[in-house]
């Protein structure tokens, strides 16, 4: 009895939440209270969360990098697979703009690093779709394969000072706005165009739905696979070059175990690792949420040993309150369907 | 057992009303000895009454069927009696004794076994093992050790018995569909259950498999068992049907002996509305619209025949004749090997697939409506216009609004009412295939392959579907039908071929067209 009497309470405040019925907040509910937790909770609790600097530390230096290659992540669970080859896919797109800018000037470079990237993510597309590799063992490979080029390309070197420019595109300001800020934005911006209002991004959505049923709806499902992983690996390349102009330099561990943090930003953004359901704003709060978690565990004084602990914890909560309100929403629905109708 | 007082001390409060409901219900079953009786039955599903004051018998050696339209609560009813889910209120009693069922083992120890529509094997393990799933024979002195040798020994017999020949030692997968249906029957079979309960057994399989079931059906009978038995096909229900209930929206409407009840009756009574027998009037043309010249592919040899615009024509067949992997491959959703088609006069150059056909403007409903029929989680809207994105958006951005009336015209079309922001998944079967339906008419499919358009469908919406078929034809559209439904055929074909192991063995017209004569050249 006690259950369903807090099942009820629940809903009464989210309804309380969602006035004019809009369902578009009670879609990112989960998440955004989640986020509220969180800030408010670190906002009391550490020293210097809340102040400019290190909100601005967080959210232009730590957000944009982690932001850009979770997209890249979110695309490959719409289309119901896994990629944890992007770590190495930005690695190696980083190390051949490195060498390239280093020969042959920054235009070169930059087309060099970009193409490289595109490349991996599109072999990845290939041998998921057309040699019907899972996605996790074919990413799973290139992941040691990008890293293993990596290491052969820079023969165990690490190249450092690179052109004023490319350090300018990243850590520079255009009107008033951090470069890195404004490019993760951009390409938000273009990309959630492409999912949301292009034919190509209603099909990544279909295949990833119901790969079988989206083919025999006449989407050439292998072509856009391929397309989907590429527009992934594009991702990881702008992602890469960002990173060399901050750092200044290109080794091959770059990026080494961020995988797993892109994977958990993209959970804990309430997506399902059943394809389909997974989209770009619910990982952009994702990523906020586990950005200020780790910046704010850095600021407790936390052992860094708890760290993973403590985001473990928050990716299941995250699950459990999405999985939650889902349940209410359809409650709702058929309620408001039972009104209207009079019956199913 | 140690629970049970417990349950019925805390619902104590609202029982006392029913209790002399229960017992007047005691009272009945003597008279007539039913072994499964369900006295007043609700069910709620979130608010939602599904099954209202439903009193339910079964009786030993004798086939009861449970009849009605699609969510009219026949599978709720059927799962409180095999304990996947518990009624609110109700009593169930087995022999004269009440039980409480409140797990698929509870209903198996009380002798009650279901066979599910879908099938539930596993399809990497072999036969016998899936016999036996759950309560493997174990060898004598060792702990742990399975006896396969003296399970598939025991497979075989139950097979043998139930009179199929398959092999226990086959893998499943290797299986086809109708064989795996059999698989599932002797898992229920071989328990020796007092009370089975069949769920559209016969959804799969061919007329002469059918005739076998039956064959068992009633050995099962002269054995005692009571048969519950749930399928959309009347025929089928006068066949082998002892007594009648039929449920309309969670309600009791008709409880009748089979032998005092008429066909239209059972239709009236289970869709609340009375269904017209379509009539058929040919309307075919002159032009070809589908002309297939010796085609060869994965389960079809030297296919020929041809399709003419506002024509219907049927193919037909045993499960496994190659039907349905002959209309894929022209769909260019499976391999074609060799052989030449003709599109509405034009030959088709280069390979097929979905999307050239869908330009060539082919439209095909599949078997497998929530596989491959449509795209689960996408909404009805989206649903209709996935298939004509490339024409509606050619400049590949996409316009709502534009979207939204398009997908709503054809909805209207096809006289879909649900709204076309449901998801797919939440509708009816009849209601799936509407929008499957007009997905193939928003591309404005000439050719539209129906295979076993009414698969699953309750008799209202079948009607429905009928006479959409029909009004296609009449605007000059040419049809493929492929069905295994002799009736379905007889109602609607110009023409029928028949297909028996990969090829096209006859080819009959309208005026020689008879039930016997169809499944007589299948076999």
Known sequence: MSCRYSFERTEKRVMLVNVNKKTVISAYLPQLLLLAAVILFLGREAEGFLTLSNLRNVLVMQVPFLFLLSMGMTISVVVKGLDLSIGANMALSSCVAGL??????????????????????????????????????????????????????????????????????????????????????????????????????????????NLEGARFSGVMADRTMICAYIMNGFLAAVTGLLYIGQLDAVDPTIAEG?????????????????????????????????????????????????????????????????????LILEYREKQNWIKREGSL | MNGKPDAEAAVSGWICSWKQDGNSGVHDMKECQAILEMNHIYKQYSGITVLEDVTFRAYP??????????????????????????????????????????????????????????????????????????????????????????????????????????????????????????????????????????????????????????????????????????????????RIGDRITVLFQGKVCLEESMKQVTKEQLVKSMSGKEVQRVKKVSCALPQEAL??????????????????????????????????????????????RSG??????????????????????????????????????????K???????????????????????????????????????RLPEKLSGGNQQKVVLAKWLCTDSDLLIFDEPTKGIDAAARAEIYQQILDLAGKGKGILLVSSDPAEVLQLSDRVYVMREGKICKELARSELTANKIVASEL
């Open chain 1, 100 to 209: 390239v800018i280093k020969s042959q000037g920054m235009a070169a470079g930059i087309a060099a690093g970009i193409l490289a990237g595109c490349l991996l993510g599109a072999v990845n597309g290939l041998l998921i779709a057309k040699v019907k590799l899972p996605a996790f063992i074919a990413t799973y490979g290139m992941d040691w394969i990008g890293k293993g080029l990596c290491y052969v390309l820079m023969m165990g070197t690490t190249a450092y000072g690179f052109p004023k420019a490319l350090r300018e595109l990243s850590s520079g300001e255009t009107a008033g706005i951090s470069n890195l800020l404004l490019a993760a934005g951009i390409i938000y911006g273009i990309y959630s165009f492409i999912l949301y209002h292009t034919v190509p991004g209603r099909n990544i959505y279909a295949i990833g739905l």
């Open chain 2, 340 to 381: 030449d088609i003709y599109l509405f006069g034009k030959r088709v150059s280069g390979r097929p697939s979905p999307s050239a056909s869908i330009a060539g403007r082919i439209g095909f409903l599949p078997e497998e409506r929530k596989q491959q029929g449509l795209i689960m989680g996408m909404d009805v809207g």
């Open chain 1, 258 to 326: 961020w995988n797993i943090k892109l994977i958990a930003a993209v959970l804990i953004g309430g997506a399902s690792m059943s394809g389909g359901k997974a989209d770009l704003n619910h990982t952009l709060l994702g990523v906020l949420i586990l950005s200020f978690l780790t910046n704010g565990i850095n600021l407790l004084g936390i052992s860094s040993l708890w760290q993973q602990l403590v985001i473990g914890l928050v990716i299941i909560c995250s699950i459990f309150m999405d999985k939650f309100s889902r």
């Open chain 2, 61 to 238: 050696g004798e086939v009861q069927v449970l009849l009605g339209a699609n969510g009219a609560g026949k599978s709720t009813l059927m799962n409180i009696v095999s304990g996947v889910t518990a009624c609110d209120r109700g009593r169930i009693y087995i022999g004269d004794r009440e039980v409480c069922i409140r797990s698929a083992a509870d209903a198996a120890r009380e002798g009650i076994a279901m066979i599910h529509q879908e099938l539930s094997l596993f399809q990497e393990r072999s036969v016998y093992q899936n016999i036996f799933m759950g309560n493997e024979r174990m060898k004598k002195n060792l702990p742990f050790w399975t006896d396969s040798k003296r399970m598939e020994e025991e497979s075989r017999k139950v097979l043998e018995e139930m009179g199929f020949a398959i092999n226990p030692g086959e893998t499943v997968k290797n299986l086809s569909i109708a064989q795996q249906q059999i698989v599932e029957i002797a898992k229920a079979v071989w328990k020796r259950a007092d009370i089975l309960i069949m769920d559209e057994p016969t959804s799969s399989l061919t007329e002469a498999e059918v005739a076998r079931l039956f064959c068992l059906i009633r050995r099962l009978k002269e054995q005692g068992c009571a048969i519950i038995y749930i399928s959309h096909k009347l025929d089928e229900l006068f």
């Open chain 2, 291 to 336: 002309r297939a010249v010796n085609l060869n592919g994965r389960r079809f040899r030297d296919c020929s025949f041809y399709v003419k615009k506002g024509e219907i024509v049927a193919l037909t067949g045993m499960v496994g004749a190659g039907r349905s992997e002959l209309v894929k491959a022209i769909f260019g959703a499976d391999a074609l």
């Open chain 2, 383 to 421: 649903n209709i216009v996935q298939a004509d994105l490339p024409r509606l958006f050619p400049k590949r951005i996409l316009s709502r609004k534009k979207e939204r009336e398009t997908a709503r015209t054809f909805a209207g079309e096809v006289m879909y009412t649900q709204g076309i922001q």
